[in-house]
């Protein structure tokens, strides 16, 4: 499954292109991880899964003031 949203969808409530970017990647290290350690084998790509999460809510990007809308 492919997963590609629209950028102004994800970045609503002024969140930051950069603060996207580095949650994104965080939590998707912590996804391929987290099925390293339960041997688990995953189909999709750890960066469309992480993306997924921050969409529907699952995962909240907490940003500083100052870096908003960069």
Do not use: H, Q
């Given at each position: 499954?492919?997963?590609?949203?629209?950028l102004k969808n994800v970045l609503k409530d002024h969140m930051s292109r950069?603060?996207?970017v580095?949650?994104?990647?965080?939590?998707a290290r912590e996804i391929s991880e987290e099925?390293?350690?339960?041997?688990e084998i995953l189909t999709e790509k750890t960066v469309s899964l992480a993306l997924?999460?921050?969409?529907?809510g699952k995962v909240r990007v907490v940003e500083p003031?100052?870096?908003?809308n960069i």
């Open positions: 499954m492919k997963f590609n949203p629209s950069y603060s996207l580095i949650a994104t990647a965080k939590r099925a390293e350690k339960n041997g997924e999460e921050i969409v529907d003031e100052e870096i908003r």
